[in-house]
């Protein structure tokens, strides 16, 4: 094997690692909405993108260093997650098709508020890190090692959340049972709270980080979604396990198929490979099998 | 909140999503048409402009109609157009396409229907099919501003469509015959694109253009998807090709500054090409100033380069104010306002049919980057593109120098 190629599939196992992490990110936000309070929550991604624009105006026009900016988003952010849970999703809760108008209502207004706001201009957080990393033929940027970094260290402390902690285990049990838990004196209403804050803070961060490493535009929100949507499925909706899996195999389909095929044939070589194993799996590769 | 309330509370969303709407100053209708204020009763004429306001094209194309909106108020206050004594100031019709080939189609309808425009401007990037074929079958007169060559949008069967600024072509034959002349060291090239059904067509030309010129195409086309979440594997491909140069034959910023900056951080400093409508410091910007070296970049994008026509210094003199010193983007929407502009006061008419008989007799014409050439028979199959000077500049760690305006023509 040439020296060329062992780069290649080197480079495309390193891609795959960091594209996996954040759309795990992404993924974990939106499935804990649907656990606890069983809302698909489509506003996602441009949650993601308002998380990347606050990053990006502390960093460039208020001059904050991109950490402490990242710092202010999540922050921000997650306190919008409280007035989403409280004035959004609980005044509709149980009602798929007002959740979803009230979704495509945000995403309207914000995309469209941030778009009409904004000149033309490349727009892009500041670099959180600078510099490059070899070992051996392989260089990488100290950047992306820091979002893979950090991706999988917020995943090992949602992980350690969900079931080392009480207000973790409240979590799992109002997902589980959402009556069982409200007899037992669970705060159902705060759990939920809990769930907006900690998905909208997820985004925050991730959009934040991508917003440095790509660029900040008022779509950044609608491809991700689409990922997060693809990995949902085919996890299995609710899964957080099922997340993770499909997470590593989304991210390593779009690592490794750019470099046998063209772009548009990427995405639909990777939609043909969910259909077909959701045709041998419906409920996804964790999701539950819903008998009638 | 009781369920019964949410007509109530979906009606203060949209009211107050509609307040902070038109709180901005580009979203509400007054932006779209002349701003330039009379008080005697004059006669207007309305040219369309079918650009994608929103969607991934929104921001750059708010840009060039802008533009092109500038042009306007240029050609207005020189006193605007005389046709058979009367005289009329231009005023832009602007519907959105949303960046979608679906919603260009039901701008351009709206632009001919309703609008009733007889002239359209635009649209951009690869959305010209929508509009070329609605151009034809109505005898409407169409200056589109950027073609990727794909059928329908600039060929032998759209005799009412125009290319009023020839790019993205034009820009990789000025690219081209610079890297021809400067770098004779480099003799294998990779060819890089957006993935968005252009590569079969424009990808085609350039390749073949390219092996014309003497070199060889390492590998093939390296297509990406324009809104990839990460532009890496795409660079470990093009280097993988070990190829001595890497063309980026049109796209946007965010890809190709992506794939430069994934180039270097992988330990690359392969020679790279852009031609496309970005300006040297967006690239600076997107890529880094260490990774943005060994880069010649051919662009409408001006930064100061020398010697520029005394409309493109009005031009920009008047974008700088607008934006508070920003560069402008390509003109792409507004060299075909300043070639109408020359048109009707040529012909004396605003009839497209006497407009688009004398554009088809003429060999050259004025362009805000200088005397712009009518070509593009071998490369369209119809000789109705206007090639301009295109502007070449290299970047070497992080510093943008400008080299020389290329001559630029389009076979």
Known sequence: MSDATVLLLVASFLNALILSSMYILLGLGFTFLFNIMGILNFAHGVIYMIGAYICFILATTVGLNPWLAMFVSVIALGLFGILLERFVFRPFLGNINLIIVVCIGIITVLKNAVSVSQTYSVQMTPPFVQGVIKVGIVSLSWERLVIFFIGVGLLILVLLFINKTKQGLQMRAVAQDKEGAILQGINVNFISALACIIACALAAVAGSLMGSYLTVNPYMGDDIMIKVLEILVLGGIGSINGVLFAGLIVGAMDAFLPIVVSGTQTQAIMMFVIVIILLFKPQGLFGKEVRA | ?411
């Not at chain 2, 109505?138 to 009023?164: K, R, V």
């Not at chain 2, 493109?312 to 390509?330: A, D, F, H, K, N």
């Not at chain 2, 050439?373 to 109705?384: A, D, P, R, V």
């Open chain 2, 1 to 411: 909140m009781k369920r019964n309330n949410f007509p109530l509370l979906l009606t203060a969303v949209i009211l107050a999503a509609l307040l902070v709407l038109s709180s901005f100053p580009g979203c509400s209708a007054k932006s779209t048409t002349t701003t330039t204020a009379t008080a005697q009763p004059i006669k207007t004429y309305p040219i369309g402009l079918c650009a994608e306001l929103s969607g991934f094209l929104g921001a750059y194309n708010t840009a060039t109609v802008n533009e092109a909106q500038i042009a306007v108020d240029i050609v207005n206050e020189q006193g605007g157009i005389v046709v058979n004594g009367q005289n009329y100031l231009l005023k832009l019709v602007v519907e959105d396409g949303q960046s979608t080939i679906d919603g260009t189609t039901s701008a351009a309808n709206k632009l001919i229907f309703s609008d009733g425009v007889k002239i359209i401007i635009g649209p951009d990037a690869y959305f010209n099919s929508a509009v070329s074929g609605l151009c034809e079958k109505n005898n409407i007169l169409h200056i589109a501003g950027y073609c990727t060559m794909q059928p329908g949008e600039l060929d032998a069967s759209t005799t009412w469509t125009f290319l009023g600024q020839a790019a993205a072509i034009n820009y990789f034959t000025g690219a081209l015959a610079y890297l021809k002349a400067n770098y004779p060291n480099v003799k294998t090239v990779a060819l890089t694109m957006p993935d968005d059904g252009s590569i079969p067509f424009f990808g085609a030309a350039v390749q073949k253009m390219v092996q014309d010129a003497g070199y060889t195409v390492a590998g093939s086309i390296v297509g990406y998807n324009n809104t990839a979440t990460d532009f890496s594997p795409y660079a470990a491909r093009i280097m993988a090709t070990g190829a001595d140069a890497c063309i980026a034959c049109s796209g946007v910023v965010t890809p190709n500054g992506n794939i430069l900056k994934n180039i270097r951080d992988a330990g690359s400093n392969m020679l790279f090409v852009v031609c496309n409508s970005v300006i040297p410091s967006d690239y600076i910007k997107v890529a880094g100033a260490k990774e943005a070296t060994n880069v010649i970049d051919c662009s409408a994008g001006y930064i100061g380069n020398p010697n520029p026509s005394s409309m493109l210094q009005e031009m920009i003199r008047r974008y700088q104010l607008s934006t508070q010193g920003g560069p402008l983007v390509t003109l792409e929407y507004a060299n075909p306002v300043y070639e109408l502009a020359q048109l009707f006061k040529t012909t004396n008419s605003f009839d497209p049919q006497t407009i688009k008989t004398a554009l088809q007799k003429m060999t050259t014409i004025e362009t805000f980057y200088g005397t712009g050439t009518i070509s593009g028979l071998k490369t369209f199959g119809i000789n109705q593109a206007i090639c301009y000077p295109v502007p070449i500049t290299t970047i070497d760690n992080g510093v943008a120098t400008f080299r020389q305006w290329e001559p630029a023509l389009v076979p």
